[in-house]
């Protein structure tokens, strides 16, 4: 399996993920040239990642490939322990995380895609800010008393853990936060998490 990451994007979580499940895979590391380059684009026509090649099958579109992967490798317990309620659970983590966190970021990376003038960038980022403050503390609430997100370790991890470093690189206030910090702090001392951020020049 080969994984296309762009260091510190949502691909860093698959990157994350697959070290977990202690197997071999091989991995390409993109930039924002080689995303846009004929050669990646006929992987993924959206020049995005994360992508997968596994043989012959070609993945996009990162809530399929964590479950690509840990259905891959279910030793992993990447999706829990199999039981439909633990599944459940962490595609549940996976889908707030992708769908809900990720999207709210996307105004402060790029507020010309929301709108067109200029003198309301501030108020597109600050309106972002606050939508993806409460997402952080309704991520807090659930971790109380918990070390992982769906409360087992699961693909939802990582990718939450790649939100609260765009998060610190924002400068978005998570102060207060203490479960989620201790979250952090977790994933911060994790061997696999820092070999993934290693490999990717982040560390
Ligand atoms: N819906 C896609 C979104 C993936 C996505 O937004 N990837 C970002 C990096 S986190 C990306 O590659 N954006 C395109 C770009 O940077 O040009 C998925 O879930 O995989």
Same mark, same amino acid.
């Given at each position: 399996?080969k994984?296309?990451?762009?260091?510190g !994007?949502?691909? #860093?979580?698959?990157?994350?993920? +697959?070290?977990?499940?202690?197997q071999?895979?091989?991995l390409?590391?993109?930039?924002?040239? #080689?995303?846009?380059a004929p050669?990646?684009?006929?992987?993924n026509?959206?020049?995005a990642?994360p992508a997968?090649v596994?043989?012959d099958?070609?993945l996009t579109q990162?809530?399929a490939?964590?479950?690509?992967?840990a259905?891959?490798y279910?030793?992993?317990g990447?999706a829990g322990?199999?039981s439909?309620?633990? /599944?459940?659970? !962490?595609? /549940?983590?996976?889908?707030?995380?992708?769908?809900? +966190?990720?999207?709210?970021f996307?105004?402060l990376?790029?507020p010309?895609?929301f709108?067109a003038?200029?003198?309301?960038?501030d108020?597109v980022?600050?309106a972002a800010?606050k939508?993806?403050?409460?997402?952080?503390?309704?991520?807090?609430?659930?971790l !109380?008393?918990k070390?992982?997100?769906?409360g087992f370790?699961?693909?939802a991890?990582?990718?939450?853990y790649? #939100?609260? /470093?765009w998060a610190?690189g924002? &400068?978005i206030?998570?102060? &207060?936060l203490?479960?989620?910090a201790?979250?952090?702090a977790?994933m911060?001392?994790?061997?696999?998490?820092?070999?993934a951020?290693?490999i990717?020049?982040? !560390?």
């Amino acid at each position: 399996m080969k994984l296309y990451t762009k260091p510190g !994007a949502c691909s #860093t979580a698959d990157h994350i993920a +697959l070290q977990w499940t202690g197997q071999p895979f091989a991995l390409e590391i993109l930039d924002k040239e #080689t995303m846009k380059a004929p050669a990646y684009l006929a992987i993924n026509p959206s020049g995005a990642v994360p992508a997968i090649v596994d043989g012959d099958f070609v993945l996009t579109q990162n809530t399929a490939i964590m479950g690509y992967i840990a259905d891959t490798y279910p030793e992993a317990g990447l999706a829990g322990d199999g039981s439909p309620r633990q /599944r459940a659970e !962490a595609a /549940r983590w996976l889908a707030f995380v992708n769908s809900d +966190l990720h999207p709210a970021f996307k105004p402060l990376f790029g507020p010309g895609n929301f709108i067109a003038d200029e003198g309301q960038f501030d108020a597109v980022r600050d309106a972002a800010r606050k939508r993806v403050r409460a997402l952080f503390e309704s991520a807090d609430r659930q971790l !109380a008393g918990k070390q992982w997100i769906a409360g087992f370790r699961s693909y939802a991890d990582p990718y939450l853990y790649i #939100t609260m /470093r765009w998060a610190d690189g924002l &400068g978005i206030d998570l102060s &207060g936060l203490a479960n989620l910090a201790a979250f952090k702090a977790r994933m911060d001392a994790d061997p696999a998490v820092q070999k993934a951020l290693k490999i990717e020049g982040l !560390a």
